[in-house]
C-alpha cells in the first residue's frame, strides 16, 4: 500500500524507468552494460516505492496516552522552552526518520487541532539543533481531553523538500489517522506537559501509531 502523497513520484518514476529499459535494449548492445542499466533503473523504482509505502496501523484510540507520530529514533528527550505557541517549558521528545523510514505522519493523539501554521526556512540537516527553529516546518497543536494542549512539529531534513500537513484549526482529528507526509528525511519534535511519563529513551526505534509516547 502507498501513500497518495506520492503517486506523481511514482508515476513519472515508472515511466522513466518503462522509457529507460527501451532505450537500453535499443542503444546499447554490450550485455554487461545493459544489466547494469537495468539493476539501476529498477533500484529506483524500488527506492521511490519503499519510500512511499504506507503500512496498514490499526490503532485503538486512547485518551491516556500519546503513540508515536512516525516511524524512527528518538534523538531527544529533554526539558526545554517552548517559544512559539506555549511560550513555557515543555518536555521535548525528537523522533528522527532516515529515508528508509516509513515517511507518513500520524495524529499522536486525539482531540480538536487548535493551531496549524507554516513556516518556510533552510534545510539543515534533521539533527541539527537549530533545525526545530530555523527549517521549514509546520507546527500543529491539537487540544486533548487528558493532555491538554499538545504541540508537534513537522521539520524538514537536508533532503526533504515538501511537507504536507493535513491538520487544519477546528478540525476533529484521532489518534494514529494520516496527519501529513515528509519528503525524504526529516524529523518531528512533540513537546508535552511536563507531568507526563515519557515510556521511550534514547535510541529508541519507534513505530507511528504502534508505540507509546508518554502517558500521564
Keep these: 500500500m502507498f501513500h497518495k502523497e506520492g503517486n506523481t513520484s511514482i508515476a513519472i518514476t515508472a515511466i522513466i524507468v518503462a522509457s529507460g529499459f527501451l532505450l537500453v535494449d535499443y542503444f546499447i548492445s554490450i550485455a554487461w552494460l545493459q544489466y547494469i542499466?537495468?539493476?539501476?533503473?529498477?533500484f529506483l523504482l524500488v527506492s521511490i516505492l519503499q519510500f512511499f509505502r504506507n503500512p496498514s496501523r490499526k490503532t485503538i484510540p486512547n485518551h491516556k496516552h500519546i503513540v508515536a507520530p512516525v516511524d524512527g529514533k528518538v534523538v531527544v528527550i529533554e526539558e526545554v522552552f517552548e517559544s512559539e505557541y506555549f511560550k513555557d517549558k515543555r518536555i521535548q521528545v525528537s523522533i528522527f526518520m532516515s529515508p528508509l523510514n516509513v515517511h507518513v505522519t500520524r495524529y499522536g493523539l486525539s482531540g480538536i487541532v487548535k493551531f496549524s501554521k507554516y513556516h518556510p526556512g533552510k534545510y539543515l540537516v534533521a539533527w541539527h539543533p537549530k533545525a526545530s527553529q530555523e527549517n521549514e516546518r509546520t507546527t500543529v497543536v491539537i487540544e486533548n481531553s487528558v493532555f491538554g494542549e499538545v504541540l508537534y512539529r513537522q521539520i524538514a531534513g537536508a533532503l526533504a523538500r515538501r511537507i504536507v500537513n493535513y491538520a487544519k484549526k477546528d478540525m476533529q482529528v484521532v489518534q494514529g489517522t494520516d496527519a501529513g507526509f515528509i519528503k525524504f528525511g526529516s524529523r518531528v519534535d512533540l513537546f508535552l506537559p511536563l507531568n507526563s511519563k515519557i515510556k521511550v529513551e534514547l535510541n529508541?526505534?519507534?513505530?507511528?501509531?504502534?508505540?507509546?509516547?508518554?502517558?500521564?
Design 204 to 216: 529508541d526505534v519507534v513505530k507511528g501509531a504502534h508505540n507509546i509516547i508518554a502517558t500521564l
Design 37 to 42: 542499466l537495468y539493476f539501476s533503473l529498477l
